[in-house]
């Protein structure tokens, strides 16, 4: 348990981090599920093979974004469920070297982000509706799931699991230190010991020992002695948990939530109902205060460019992140209840209070009184007014902060600076 926590020390002072997902599907541009939503053939996937060129991939851009919107790490599809290799792996041919990218796009991916000081992780599909070997007559997912075509056709389950496995071997020898194996995802029987989880986690820490694994292999990460397999952290997905996740025997589990910009993970051209950047940077303080990350997503288009959409309010979380980020580094659940005007998050001695709402009046924190040294703004370190007023008989134990105007400093989250005795 001491060797995970040591494993999981990074991740948790980072909170923020960058999900990729990227391949052939940006050109159809309807999401990274089209083959399986329109069922469609690997004939008819095809052509997006043979014309996959995205002339304006710069990994560099991207990690300098990152970087900007304050992220610690980042997580890139290597292959997704339709297949396709964004990598030179040695074990097939559908791979975008053999595209007209004729490139190895992960290890291009693996040195712009290292060199940004940002962490790496990978993305693995554990599905494969390309290789012939993986079940899709009857399967919950395959686009030929109910191709009656595809009925009587044999497949030989154990030679793709031993592909799997080959292919994530690659992954982890080829680039050089690697953070994060983000598997992706278990469901009805294939779960576990399907995929060989106890085998495939054991290669996994032999090749790089410090890397840390999602939970979607199939075990009980929530179990008070979890399989070998179950992960070291959880994942869920476009939710925030009510109050973080903690296991069966109440000690709290590391997290991330993944979240989309839109309403997709891939590039979708006619998807333009973005989150707001005030949204997202609420998002990540509840993460936060809840003792969890936020993998938030960028799905490129075609020609290897994150939308402007994403890269505009990407910065304007980073212009935040500038002034206010040690609200979010190091930082977790503050042991206090959400008060009503916002959220806490907490470092050591440090507490700080993002104010959502401004209210009426004095900002009131309960049952601190005692315990506040001094109060600043974050952003710029102003001082902050902590005078209790004179007619306060009824708040109890509370900290009064207050404001000059009935606006707030910031409208998307003024963050105070607490320090506690």
Same mark, same amino acid.
Not at 29 to 34: F, I, Q, S, T
Not at 194 to 216: F, G, Y
Not at 320 to 344: F, H, Q, T, V
């Given at each position: 348990?001491?060797?995970?926590?040591?494993?999981?020390?990074?991740?948790?002072?980072?909170?923020?981090? *960058?999900?990729?997902?990227?391949?052939?599907?940006?050109?159809?541009?309807?999401?990274?599920?089209?083959?399986?939503?329109?069922?469609?053939?690997?004939?008819?996937?095809?052509?997006?093979?043979?014309?996959?060129?995205?002339?304006? +991939?710069?990994?560099?851009?991207?990690?300098?974004?990152?970087?900007?919107?304050? *992220?610690?790490?980042?997580?890139?599809?290597?292959?997704?469920?339709?297949?396709?290799?964004?990598?030179?792996?040695?074990?097939? $041919?559908?791979?975008?070297? !053999?595209?007209?990218?004729?490139?190895?796009?992960?290890?291009?991916?693996?040195?712009?982000?290292?060199?940004?000081?940002?962490?790496?992780?990978?993305? +693995?599909?554990?599905?494969?509706?390309?290789?012939?070997?993986?079940?899709?007559?009857?399967?919950?997912?395959?686009?030929?799931?109910? !191709?009656?075509?595809?009925?009587?056709?044999?497949?030989?389950?154990?030679?793709?699991?031993?592909? *799997?496995?080959?292919?994530?071997?690659?992954?982890?020898?080829?680039?050089?230190?690697?953070?994060?194996?983000?598997?992706?995802?278990?469901? $009805?029987?294939?779960?576990?010991?399907?995929?060989?989880?106890?085998?495939?986690?054991?290669?996994?820490?032999?090749?790089?020992?410090?890397?840390?694994?999602?939970?979607?292999?199939?075990?009980?990460?929530?179990?008070?002695?979890?399989?070998?397999?179950?992960? $070291?952290?959880?994942?869920?997905?476009?939710?925030?948990?009510?109050?973080?996740?903690?296991?069966?025997?109440?000690?709290?589990?590391?997290?991330?939530?993944?979240?989309?910009?839109?309403?997709?993970?891939?590039?979708?051209?006619?998807?333009?109902?973005?989150?707001?950047?005030?949204?997202?940077?609420?998002?990540?303080?509840?993460?936060?205060?809840?003792?969890?990350?936020?993998?938030?997503?960028?799905?490129? &288009?075609?020609?290897?460019?994150?939308?402007?959409?994403?890269?505009?309010? @990407?910065?304007?979380?980073?212009?935040?992140?500038?002034?206010?980020?040690?609200?979010?580094? &190091?930082?977790?659940?503050?042991?206090?209840?959400?008060?009503?005007?916002?959220?806490?998050?907490?470092?050591? &001695?440090?507490?700080?209070?993002?104010?959502?709402?401004?209210?009426?009046?004095?900002?009131?924190?309960?049952?601190? !009184?005692?315990?506040?040294?001094?109060?600043? @703004? @974050?952003?710029?370190?102003?001082?902050?007014?902590?005078?209790?007023?004179? &007619?306060?008989?009824?708040?109890?134990?509370?900290?009064? @902060?207050?404001?000059?105007?009935?606006?707030?400093?910031?409208?998307?989250?003024?963050?105070?600076?607490?320090?506690?005795?």
């Amino acid at each position: 348990m001491a060797q995970q926590e040591q494993r999981m020390d990074w991740f948790i002072r980072s909170r923020f981090g *960058m999900f990729i997902h990227w391949g052939l599907y940006a050109i159809p541009a309807r999401g990274e599920w089209v083959r399986s939503h329109e069922r469609l053939t690997i004939e008819d996937y095809q052509p997006f093979f043979e014309e996959f060129n995205p002339i304006n +991939y710069n990994p560099r851009e991207w990690a300098a974004l990152a970087k900007k919107a304050g *992220m610690k790490y980042a997580v890139m599809t290597t292959k997704h469920h339709d297949g396709f290799c964004l990598f030179d792996s040695k074990l097939t $041919d559908y791979k975008a070297t !053999n595209t007209p990218a004729g490139r190895d796009l992960i290890k291009e991916y693996v040195e712009a982000f290292r060199d940004e000081g940002l962490k790496v992780g990978f993305y +693995y599909s554990l599905l494969d509706w390309h290789h012939p070997d993986y079940p899709a007559y009857g399967d919950s997912h395959h686009p030929m799931r109910d !191709n009656e075509a595809w009925k009587d056709k044999k497949h030989d389950f154990p030679r793709y699991i031993e592909y *799997m496995h080959g292919q994530v071997r690659e992954l982890l020898t080829n680039y050089g230190k690697i953070d994060i194996i983000w598997f992706d995802f278990s469901y $009805d029987n294939m779960a576990g010991e399907t995929w060989k989880a106890t085998e495939l986690v054991e290669m996994t820490r032999s090749l790089q020992p410090d890397i840390i694994i999602d939970n979607r292999l199939g075990g009980n990460i929530k179990s008070a002695n979890p399989e070998i397999y179950a992960g $070291d952290f959880a994942c869920p997905e476009q939710i925030i948990p009510p109050e973080g996740i903690k296991n069966e025997v109440g000690k709290p589990i590391p997290w991330e939530a993944c979240i989309t910009m839109n309403n997709h993970w891939g590039y979708a051209a006619a998807d333009k109902d973005y989150k707001s950047p005030k949204q997202l940077i609420r998002a990540l303080v509840e993460c936060v205060s809840k003792g969890g990350n936020l993998l938030l997503n960028v799905g490129p &288009n075609a020609k290897g460019e994150i939308p402007q959409e994403s890269v505009d309010i @990407l910065l304007q979380i980073g212009e935040w992140m500038r002034k206010n980020g040690d609200s979010i580094y &190091n930082c977790g659940y503050a042991g206090l209840p959400k008060p009503e005007w916002g959220r806490y998050t907490r470092n050591g &001695n440090k507490l700080y209070a993002h104010i959502f709402e401004r209210g009426i009046g004095p900002i009131a924190l309960q049952g601190l !009184n005692a315990n506040v040294k001094k109060a600043r @703004l @974050l952003a710029d370190g102003s001082q902050v007014n902590i005078n209790k007023p004179w &007619n306060a008989e009824h708040y109890g134990d509370a900290v009064f @902060l207050n404001f000059p105007s009935s606006r707030l400093p910031d409208e998307i989250d003024t963050v105070v600076e607490l320090e506690l005795d």
